[in-house]
């Protein structure tokens, strides 16, 4: 996958705490790009200091992007996958069962089920953070 293709700009409302993203400062001596997961006082100033001035993230000094998940954001969340490569699975903690997924990475397609096969989430998930909190509300983070 090219460079510029593994990278997304977000919408507004995919920004929360714990978020991860990467800033492009265009700022006299801070130009770069910055690594960064979004602290609840960080934020809340970037959001306020970029959309309360009316200023569009586009147009800000700061230009904002995300990786699209792939196979090693997946495995670093603690998902192993399987022999023939076709799924992953986790043990969910506590009750050593087993939860299973299928990503597609081409189009980000997931679809997370139960040890019975039942499918207990069906969507797209673009980037780490997101899998990050479905993992939270469904009760397998390790973490």
């Not at 953070?129 to 009760?139: D, T, V, Y």
Request: glycine share 8%; net charge negative.
């Amino acid at each position: 996958m090219k460079e510029e293709n593994k990278y997304y700009t977000p919408s507004i409302e995919e920004f929360h705490v714990g978020f991860e993203c990467e800033i492009e400062s265009s700022y006299g001596m801070q130009k770069g790009i910055y690594p960064s997961i979004l602290r609840a006082d960080t934020l809340t100033g970037f959001l306020v200091s970029e959309i309360g001035e009316s200023r569009a993230l586009e147009k800000s000094l700061y230009c904002i992007r995300v990786k699209y998940s792939d196979k090693e954001d997946i495995e670093s969340l603690g998902w192993k996958l399987s022999p023939r490569e076709t799924h992953y699975s986790i043990e969910i903690p506590g009750d050593g069962s087993d939860t299973q997924m299928y990503y597609q990475e081409d189009n980000y397609y997931t679809m997370i089920y139960d040890w019975d096969g039942q499918s207990i989430f069906k969507g797209y998930i673009k980037n780490k953070s997101e899998l990050i909190k479905l993992m939270k509300q469904l009760g397998i983070w390790k973490n």
